[in-house]
Nanobody, 115 residues
Framework: QVQLVESGGGLVQAGGSLRLSCSVSRNIFSFNNMAWYRQAPGKQREFVARITTGGDTYYRDSVKGRFTISTDIAKNTVTLQMTSLTPEDTAVYYC?????????WGQGTQVTVSS
């Protein structure tokens, strides 16, 4: 059973930064890719960022230039560095590991950005 455990969420003022981490119970290289999604109240879960085993990264347009996804293979962690946060970034952030066709999810961590 794969376990993903997120940490690093919290309350921050607009313009601030947060660093989310996802600890993975299995070797990251065993997955096709790792990603972060988020879900704001009353909205559907949406893609935020993805990193492939080859190191290619992808971002939703609204976070490009502000968020950075990375992996630490030795620690089996996936990190999402978030800067210049806005209230629109407020959501529960979920870590995702894809071993297609199976997707694994963490329990989520709350990020709240105050104006």
């Amino acid at each position: 059973q794969v376990q993903l455990v997120e940490s690093g969420g919290g309350l921050v003022q607009a313009g601030g930064s947060l660093r989310l981490s996802c600890s993975v119970s299995r070797n990251i290289f065993s997955f096709n890719n790792m990603a972060w999604y988020r879900q704001a109240p009353g909205k559907q879960r949406e893609f935020v960022a993805r990193i492939t085993t080859g190191g290619d990264t992808y971002y939703r347009d609204s976070v490009k230039g502000r968020f950075t996804i990375s992996t630490d293979i030795a620690k089996n962690t996936v990190t999402l560095q978030m800067t210049s946060l806005t209230p629109e970034d407020t959501a529960v952030y979920y870590c995702n590991a894809a071993s297609l066709p199976v997707n694994y999810w963490g329990q989520g961590t709350q990020v709240t950005v105050s104006s």
